[in-house]
């Protein structure tokens, strides 16, 4: 429903955008034509980067007439011979420069950089990287600050359903109604089937945390406010090391038993087999990390570049067909935020299940 609604103000936009271009005179020259296509192409990128990165502030939208900015500023955390706080809001969106304890800092594509008094930035004349030096950044950015909302909200959201069940026994009330049959979908279809009956309850706590966890912050990824967490891949990185670290601890012994020393396999095997079932134990949680990344970033992507395409086109049958493609593609991206969070849950209880499985050596 939300992203229906952000597909209609976007076709709004683009009604406004194509009534304001009728009304502009003819252009006299092709390449003037072509320097403006360019720019629209290079707005509509610079666009699709800025709803994928994550920044120091919310930013909702601006006022090309007017240079102005909306949203709300986070605190800039720093470690740099000491601890410098601000708002974010004192870099105007990278325009000015921040004073701080007799020390200078630039806000430059979304990173902090150290600078002077008049904001000098130096870059690498062979690649054009930024070489001022960085301080330590323990800034609440956007994703950061989302990440605390959505761990604050899962966790009343399942205090609340813990304590129905307290108060009314096998009937939950509130949220716990909601939240039920998931809970009982993730145990009897996940956890039971990969783990086990017998280990099971010890890793449902992460599991039901994670699935909620990816669910929800997918989710708000959909919203105008545009906050991509899994799009992060510091984020899919972490949630995936949780997976191998509990894996790796919970482990019994049979399992490194069959990594390093496979049973019922020719000893030159063995030597073969074994760093080769050690890197399989780290690509597993890789292929985690990549899998949840590569397709939300992917999703965010396709559908930006659709609604770009409503621009390009200037043309009300290209920009309705464009608008269409954005609807059901965004409709499917509603099922791929609850898609991933299942796939990444049931693999995991899938490696928690290799853990712990007793094997039979007869």
Not at 83 to 97: D, N, P, Q, R
Request: hydrophobic share 45%.
């Amino acid at each position: 429903m939300v992203k229906a609604i952000r597909f209609f103000f976007s076709v709004l936009l683009m009604m406004i955008y194509s009534s304001a271009f009728g009304s502009e005179p003819e252009y006299d020259t092709i390449n003037h034509t072509q320097t403006e296509s360019l720019d629209l192409k290079s707005s509509i990128k610079e666009q699709i980067n800025h709803h994928l990165q994550d920044s120091h502030d919310f930013h909702l939208f601006s006022d090309e007439t007017t240079g102005k900015h909306y949203g709300f500023p986070l605190p800039v955390i720093l470690w740099d011979d000491g601890l410098h706080v601000f708002m974010s809001s004192e870099f105007h969106h990278g325009e000015t420069v921040v004073q701080s304890d007799e020390k200078f800092y630039t806000l430059n594509h979304g990173k902090i950089y150290k600078t002077d008094a008049e904001g000098t930035v130096n870059y690498d004349a062979e690649h054009h990287h930024v070489i001022n030096e960085k301080p330590l950044d323990f800034s609440i950015t956007k994703n950061v600050f989302m990440i605390f909302f959505v761990g604050l909200l899962l966790f009343l959201m399942l205090r609340s359903t813990a304590r129905s069940y307290k108060k009314r026994g096998d009937l939950p009330s509130g949220i716990g109604r909601f939240l039920e049959p998931i809970i009982v979908f993730v145990r009897e279809d996940i956890a039971k089937p990969n783990i086990g009956a017998k280990h099971y309850k010890k890793y449902m706590s992460f599991l039901l945390t994670v699935f909620f966890f990816i669910w929800l912050v997918n989710l708000f990824g959909l919203t105008p406010i545009g906050v991509n967490i899994t799009n992060n891949i510091a984020v899919t990185f972490a949630l995936a090391v949780m997976t191998y670290l509990i894996t790796t601890f919970t482990a019994k012994k049979d399992y490194w038993k069959h990594i390093f020393w496979m049973p019922g396999v020719p000893v030159p095997m063995k030597v073969v087999l074994a760093p080769i079932e050690l890197l399989g134990t780290i690509i597993k949680p890789f292929s985690l990390m990549i899998r949840l990344y590569a397709n939300i970033t992917a999703g965010h992507i396709v559908i930006m570049s659709i609604i770009g395409m409503m621009f390009v086109f200037q043309n009300w049958i290209g920009s309705s067909l464009s608008f269409i493609l954005a609807l059901v593609l965004g409709i499917l991206e509603l099922l791929v935020a609850a898609l991933q969070a299942y796939i990444f849950t049931m693999l995991s209880a899938l490696y928690f299940g290799s853990a712990v499985e007793e094997h039979d050596h007869h």
